[in-house]
Nanobody, 122 residues
Framework: QVQLVESGGGLVQAGDSLRLSCTTS????????????MGWFRQAPGKEREFVVA????????TYVDSVKGRFTISRDTNQNIITLQMNSLKPEDTAVYYC???????????WGQGTQVTVSS
């Protein structure tokens, strides 16, 4: 099994930066296969959960959602199996609960964290 824990959320002003992290625990045989791909989703109040970006164990990222291109950057420390999401030039519309997810392949996420709140004030 794979357990995911997000951290780094908070309340910031528009234009500020935040760095989210997702750490994993629960090592098991085939762990890296179970968490070959790790990524970030977000859910704003009253909206559906939205994919933001993901990255595989080779450090190859997926395409970013258009609304964050050029502002957000995903990275992965494979040795410790931690992913981070550097968020710059934050906007009020980035306000959401951000979730970490993991799975065997892009689009196949079987494991989810509890989420971390990001609030951007104008």
């Amino acid at each position: 099994q794979v357990q995911l824990v997000e951290s780094g959320g908070g309340l910031v002003q528009a234009g500020d930066s935040l760095r989210l992290s997702c750490t994993t625990s629960g090592r098991a045989f085939g762990f890296f296969d179970l968490a070959n791909v790790m990524g970030w989703f977000r859910q704003a109040p009253g909206k559906e959960r939205e994919f933001v970006v993901a990255i595989n164990w080779r450090h190859t990222p997926s395409t970013y959602v258009d609304s964050v291109k050029g502002r957000f950057t995903i990275s992965r420390d494979t040795n410790q199996n931690i992913i981070t999401l550097q968020m710059n030039s934050l906007k009020p519309e980035d306000t959401a609960v951000y979730y970490c997810a993991a799975g065997r392949d892009f689009g196949a996420y079987a494991y989810w964290g509890q989420g971390t709140q990001v609030t951007v004030s104008s």
